[in-house]
């Protein structure tokens, strides 16, 4: 089925490792973002890309690493794994940054961090 | 999302109408949006409405759009249990494809 896969769906990390959520999509679409959602903060933009090779960063960047080498594959990276970071990650794409109608979401990553 | 703000709780009978409020700071927001969130789910995009627009309606939901106050509203008519959720809204001023998202209202549908 078209739209955003993301795995795992659930992680439980030690302080201090490291890891990475995937994210895949299959509309072709060139913007992809990653945001983290917590309670009571809604979701707050971590990385974005608007095309493959080009990323930048969002509202909190800090801890996360990205990279953009295909159109399909949008990869989160946490080097050092912290409690601060746990959250629950949710992947978007759309057919553009410019698009109105909305983005599509992944089912996203509940992480926690011991 | 500091921009947009939202009451973080919404009580409702089945039935009965749903009304979610949203405030934002951003005046060159030129779309809005209400999300849906299902338990253990990603979000879903509800409904959106051009900044030009001072009404939406779209089956059982209405947005109104109060650009002077910049407040938006959603309105679920005929309230079912199964739009018990969380609901988003989310403004997106002109840079370059970033959503800025509220709390989010979670809204409970009581029999």
């Known amino acids: 089925n078209a739209g955003v896969t993301q795995t795992p769906k659930f992680q439980v990390l030690k302080t201090g490792q490291s890891m990475t959520l995937q994210c895949a999509q299959d509309m072709n679409h060139e913007y992809m973002s990653w945001y983290r959602q917590d309670p009571g903060m809604g979701l707050r933009l971590i990385h974005y890309?608007?095309?493959?090779?080009?990323?930048d960063q969002g509202e909190v960047p800090n801890g996360y690493n990205v990279s953009r080498s295909t159109t399909e594959d949008f990869p989160l990276r946490l080097l050092s794994a912290a409690p601060s970071q746990t959250s629950v990650y949710f992947c978007?794409?759309?057919?553009?940054?410019?698009?109105?109608?909305?983005?599509?979401f992944g089912s996203g990553t509940r992480l926690t961090v011991v | 999302g500091e921009d947009v703000e939202q009451s973080l709780f919404l009580s409702v009978r089945e039935g009965d109408s749903s009304v979610i409020n949203c405030t934002y700071t951003?005046?060159?927001?030129?779309?809005l949006y209400w999300y849906k969130q299902e338990p253990g789910a990603g979000l879903q995009l509800l409904t959106y409405i051009f900044s030009n627009m001072d009404m939406k309606q779209d089956q059982r939901l209405t947005v109104l759009l109060n650009k002077k106050d910049k407040h938006l509203s959603l309105r679920i008519a005929d309230t079912q249990t199964g739009d018990s959720a969380i609901y988003f809204c989310a403004e997106k001023p002109d840079s370059w494809g970033k959503l800025q998202f509220g709390a989010g209202t979670q809204v409970v549908v009581t029999p």
């Open positions: 978007a794409s759309s057919y553009s940054a410019g698009e109105n109608y909305g983005y599509t």
């Open positions: 951003d005046s060159s927001s030129t779309y």
């Open positions: 890309s608007v095309g493959a090779g080009i990323t």
